[in-house]
């Protein structure tokens, strides 16, 4: 497996390449137009001096022309009167030119005379013809390209050093910079693995002070261990508790079956045996289809379906009529109509019905208000008892789950703590806001705003 490090290093270095190589494809191409327009200078000024000498030296011995004039790296050969009058080359070599110029210029002779250029052996030729004082010259100028190509050549073996010298530098640079940059992760790595072998869930990543995505990482990486660690302890709870409240029912059974095993026992006290077990296995039944309730809503797609929130309530009432009617409760209702709301139905009156038992339950005796409005386009459900309340301190605790008051524990009052961790979650999945306000002694309120 290829290391990060080496990646970035190989992308890095192939970047500053082929930047380094368009670089200099770029200037080569330059110096060569420099090069090219530095020698049509070059003739151009030649022409001028020499025109010039002709024009203002009267008594020029045309032979003597080197004199004047720097002819080194330079063909000049001048014709007057179609006599050649003057060439800084040797005759016989002033000869082979001037035959090949005829020879190979015979087609592009027009473009030539046109002030073309030729190249002849390492020469590139002009031709500069004019008439003066009734004369007629025609001067041959020949720039030697091996000159012009020596001076390139320096310039490409600057080129060359230069970029491997940068090359060296950036390649230098860059893996400073990859080591710099890509060392926090590798810390991170480290420490991941010690936690990986160490099996301890308490452990967090030690804080890198990078200010860039790394210690973003970190600290993602310990928030996600925080919820892992937060999330087994409650897997934990759950199972210790939820295991000791199946205990419960179990441990009554035995005990009932075992009174009643080897014993001469009358008819009566069968039933009454049967009736007990036949309670505590209902209870068992309940704690189930809670644990599977609250299972399936961790993971059930829920559907985003509208309920009639008025007639879920009625329904609820119709439920719970028997108990209410048991405790002579007094029942409050402010109930609008044509309530909807964008909740699963079998949800809603889970949430409702829980409630409201709840609420049965925990009243001895005055009232229950029920409430369903509609204020400021949301719409809330309220219920209000004159029951036992709950502690300040215990508000948030009875929405945990097997979280039930001590005094309702001890007291025969029946129930597993899961009701209200299922309003909760309910009401969480929907995007709804659940809200408890209790006084000991006096009665609690829970509201919920519907989304
Ligand atoms: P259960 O009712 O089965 O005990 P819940 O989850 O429904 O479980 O409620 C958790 C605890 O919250 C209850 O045991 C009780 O102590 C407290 N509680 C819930 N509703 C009320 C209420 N209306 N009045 C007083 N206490 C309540």
Do not use: W
Not at 67 to 92: A, C, G, P, V
Not at 158 to 185: E, G, Q, S
Request: net charge negative; charged share 30%.
């Amino acid at each position: 497996m290829k290391s990060i490090k080496h990646k970035l290093f190989i992308s890095y270095t192939i970047t500053i390449f082929s930047i380094l190589l368009l670089l200099s494809a770029v200037s080569i191409y330059f110096f060569k137009l420099n090069k090219e327009i530095k020698g049509m200078e070059l003739i151009d000024s030649t022409y001028v001096k020499i025109e010039d000498l002709i024009y203002d030296k009267k008594n020029l011995n045309i032979s003597e022309l080197d004199k004047y004039l720097d002819f080194s790296n330079q063909f000049l050969i001048i014709f007057k009167n179609d006599q050649l009058i003057f060439s800084n080359q040797s005759r016989f070599k002033t000869l082979r030119i001037l035959d090949k110029i005829q020879y190979e210029d015979e087609e592009k002779y027009e473009e030539f005379y046109d002030d073309g250029y030729i190249e002849i052996e390492n020469y590139i030729f002009s031709l500069n013809v004019f008439e003066y004082k009734k004369e007629h010259y025609e001067i041959y100028l020949g720039l030697d390209e091996v000159y012009l190509e020596e001076s390139l050549d320096d310039v490409y073996m600057i080129i060359v050093f230069l970029n491997i010298f940068i090359f060296l530098i950036l390649t230098l640079l860059a893996y400073i910079l990859i080591n710099k940059t890509i060392n926090p992760l590798k810390l991170i790595l480290e420490e991941l693995k010690s936690l990986e072998d160490s099996r301890d869930l308490s452990k967090r990543l030690k804080h890198i002070k990078t200010n860039d995505e790394f210690e973003q990482l970190i600290n993602s990486l310990n928030k996600m261990l925080n919820n892992i660690e937060n999330s087994v302890e409650n897997i934990k709870q759950f199972s210790s508790d939820a295991s000791h409240e199946l205990r419960t029912p179990l441990t009554v059974i035995q005990g009932e079956i075992e009174l009643i095993k080897n014993k001469d026992i009358s008819k009566e006290q069968i039933k009454e045996v049967l009736l007990k077990v036949d309670n505590q296995q209902k209870k068992l039944q309940d704690i189930i289809k809670n644990f599977l309730l609250l299972s399936r809503l961790d993971k059930e797609a829920l559907k985003q379906s509208k309920s009639s929130l008025d007639e879920v309530i009625f329904q609820a009432i119709e439920v719970n009529l028997d108990s209410l009617e048991k405790k002579s409760l007094e029942l409050q209702l402010d109930i609008d109509e044509n309530l909807e709301v964008f909740f699963e139905q079998k949800y809603l009156n889970i949430v409702i019905n829980n409630l409201l038992s709840n609420a049965i339950k925990y009243t001895q005796e005055g009232y229950i208000k029920l409430k369903a409005k509609k204020e400021d386009k949301s719409i809330y459900f309220e219920i209000e008892d004159s029951g036992i309340g709950i502690k300040q301190q215990n508000l948030d605790k009875i929405f945990e789950r097997f979280y039930r008051d001590d005094k309702v524990r001890t007291s025969s009052k029946d129930g597993i703590g899961l009701g209200l961790a299922i309003v909760k979650k309910i009401c969480e999945r929907f995007e709804s806001k659940l809200e408890v306000k209790s006084q000991i002694n006096k009665g609690s309120t829970f509201k919920v705003y519907f989304r």
